[in-house]
C-alpha cells in the first residue's frame, strides 16, 4: 500500500518552543486517519506542515511522493480546512464557489453546487451570516470541491452541535466513499472519530505515541486482571503500556501481538476511547502511573 503521507524525524521549533519532535510516520492511502492528542500536543502543527503552510526545522515530510505546497500540482493534490473554518465574511456562498473555480483547476462546479443544495444553503447568503455549523459545512464544501487526493482537516467539528456533528461527518463519508479520498482529521471527540476513522495517530507532548490501522491496534491491545503481580512476570513479548495496582489485584494495559491465555487472567478488549486515554495517561508526567516498559524476560 502506497503511503500518501510520509515523515521522517519531523521536527518543528518556534524559538525554544518545540512543537513537534522526531514525528516518523507513515500514513497509507485510502484511510480516514484521527489525529489525537491532548491540547498543545502537536496536532496543528503536524497538519500544517503537511499542507506546506509552514516548514520543518528538522527531518522531512512527504504528501503523495512530493514536498508540501512545492507547486501548483502539489497544492492541487490537497485540500485543507483550518480550525477556524475561515471564510471571507463579506462574500456569499456563490462567490466562495466562483472563487473556488478560479483558483483550482480541478475544481468539480457540480459537485460543489450540488451539496450547497443538499445542505439547504442559500447560495445568495453572506458567509459572515452563517452558523458556525454551516460555515464549517461550507468550507468542507470549498475543499472538497477541488477534488483533491488528500483532505485535511483540523479540528472541524469542534464547534458544531452533536446533530451538526453528525451530520458533518455524514458528509464526510460520503465523499470518501464517493471519491476515495484520503482523509486526515484530528478531534478531541473519540466518540466521533470511533465511527470515522480506521487509522489511528496518537500524539503526546510533541511526540507520536501511537500509530497504526484501528481494526491492528485493537486486536493488539488489552485490559489484563490478574491477582497481584509484577509487570516483570508477565510473558516475555508483552509490552506493558500502562499498570495500576491495589493491594491484591493488578491491572496492565497491554499490547501483544500473540493470543494471551491464562485461565487466571481476566483479560478484556480495548475501545477506542480507552485506548487513546491509556496513552495519554501514560505519557502524562505526575499521572501516578508507571512508565511503559518492554517485558525483557
Ligand atoms: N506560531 C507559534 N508560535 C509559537 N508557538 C507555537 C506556535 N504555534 C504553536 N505553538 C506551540 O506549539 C505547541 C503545539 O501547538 P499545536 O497548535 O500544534 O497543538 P495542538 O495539538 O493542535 O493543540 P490544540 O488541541 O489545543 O489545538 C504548543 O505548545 C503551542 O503553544
Same mark, same amino acid.
Given at each position: 500500500?502506497?503511503?500518501?503521507?510520509?515523515?521522517?524525524?519531523?521536527?518543528?521549533?518556534?524559538?525554544?518552543?518545540?512543537?513537534?519532535?522526531?514525528?516518523?510516520?507513515?500514513?497509507?492511502?485510502?484511510?480516514?486517519?484521527?489525529?489525537?492528542?491532548?491540547?498543545?500536543?502537536?496536532?496543528?502543527?503536524?497538519?500544517?506542515?503537511?499542507?506546506?503552510?509552514?516548514?520543518?526545522?528538522?527531518?522531512?515530510?512527504?504528501?503523495?511522493?512530493?514536498?508540501?505546497?512545492?507547486?501548483?500540482?502539489?497544492?492541487?493534490?490537497?485540500?485543507?480546512?483550518?480550525?477556524?473554518?475561515?471564510?471571507?465574511?463579506?462574500?456569499?456562498?456563490?462567490?466562495?464557489?466562483?472563487?473556488?473555480?478560479?483558483?483550482?483547476?480541478?475544481?468539480?462546479?457540480?459537485?460543489?453546487?450540488?451539496?450547497?443544495?443538499?445542505?439547504?444553503?442559500?447560495?445568495?447568503?453572506?458567509?459572515?451570516?452563517?452558523?458556525?455549523?454551516?460555515?464549517?459545512?461550507?468550507?468542507?464544501?470549498?475543499?472538497?470541491?477541488?477534488?483533491?487526493?488528500?483532505?485535511?482537516?483540523?479540528?472541524?467539528?469542534?464547534?458544531?452541535?452533536?446533530?451538526?456533528?453528525?451530520?458533518? $461527518?455524514?458528509?464526510? @463519508?460520503? !465523499? +470518501?466513499? /464517493?471519491?476515495? %479520498?484520503?482523509?486526515?482529521?484530528?478531534?478531541?471527540?473519540? #466518540? =466521533?472519530?470511533?465511527?470515522?476513522?480506521?487509522?489511528?495517530?496518537?500524539?503526546?507532548?510533541?511526540?507520536?505515541?501511537?500509530?497504526?490501522?484501528?481494526?491492528?491496534?485493537?486486536?493488539?491491545?488489552?485490559?489484563?486482571?490478574?491477582?497481584?503481580?509484577?509487570?516483570?512476570? $508477565?510473558?516475555?513479548? @508483552?509490552? !506493558? +503500556?500502562? /499498570?495500576?495496582? %491495589?493491594?491484591?489485584?493488578?491491572?496492565?494495559?497491554?499490547? #501483544? =501481538?500473540?493470543?494471551?491465555?491464562?485461565?487466571?487472567?481476566?483479560?478484556?478488549?480495548?475501545?477506542?476511547?480507552?485506548?487513546?486515554?491509556?496513552?495519554?495517561?501514560?505519557?502524562?508526567?505526575?499521572?501516578?502511573?508507571?512508565?511503559?516498559?518492554?517485558?525483557?524476560?
Amino acid at each position: 500500500m502506497t503511503a500518501i503521507l510520509e515523515a521522517r524525524a519531523l521536527g518543528k521549533r518556534y524559538g525554544r518552543k518545540v512543537a513537534l519532535s522526531d514525528c516518523t510516520l507513515s500514513v497509507p492511502s485510502g484511510r480516514v486517519v484521527g489525529l489525537v492528542g491532548p491540547n498543545g500536543a502537536g496536532k496543528s502543527t503536524l497538519l500544517q506542515l503537511a499542507c506546506g503552510l509552514i516548514g520543518p526545522t528538522s527531518g522531512s515530510i512527504e504528501v503523495l511522493g512530493g514536498r508540501p505546497a512545492s507547486g501548483p500540482g502539489q497544492l492541487a493534490k490537497v485540500g485543507f480546512v483550518a480550525q477556524d473554518t475561515p471564510t471571507y465574511a463579506g462574500l456569499s456562498i456563490a462567490d466562495h464557489l466562483r472563487l473556488g473555480a478560479r483558483l483550482n483547476p480541478g475544481w468539480d462546479a457540480q459537485l460543489a453546487e450540488e451539496r450547497i443544495r443538499q445542505l439547504g444553503l442559500d447560495p445568495a447568503q453572506k458567509a459572515g451570516k452563517l452558523s458556525g455549523g454551516q460555515r464549517a459545512q461550507v468550507a468542507l464544501t470549498l475543499a472538497v470541491a477541488k477534488r483533491p487526493e488528500l483532505l485535511i482537516l483540523d479540528e472541524p467539528v469542534a464547534a458544531l452541535d452533536p446533530l451538526a456533528r453528525r451530520e458533518f $461527518l455524514q458528509s464526510l @463519508m460520503e !465523499v +470518501v466513499a /464517493e471519491h476515495g %479520498t484520503t482523509v486526515v482529521l484530528s478531534s478531541h471527540l473519540v #466518540s =466521533d472519530l470511533e465511527r470515522v476513522c480506521d487509522h489511528l495517530i496518537s500524539l503526546v507532548a510533541s511526540r507520536v505515541q501511537l500509530s497504526g490501522d484501528v481494526d491492528d491496534l485493537l486486536a493488539t491491545h488489552f485490559r489484563l486482571t490478574t491477582a497481584r503481580r509484577e509487570a516483570a512476570t $508477565l510473558p516475555q513479548g @508483552m509490552r !506493558v +503500556v500502562l /499498570e495500576t495496582h %491495589t493491594e491484591r489485584q493488578s491491572t496492565f494495559i497491554v499490547r #501483544s =501481538d500473540k493470543a494471551v491465555q491464562d485461565p487466571s487472567w481476566v483479560l478484556e478488549p480495548l475501545n477506542l476511547e480507552d485506548l487513546v486515554l491509556t496513552y495519554m495517561s501514560q505519557a502524562t508526567a505526575g499521572s501516578g502511573h508507571r512508565p511503559t516498559r518492554e517485558n525483557q524476560r
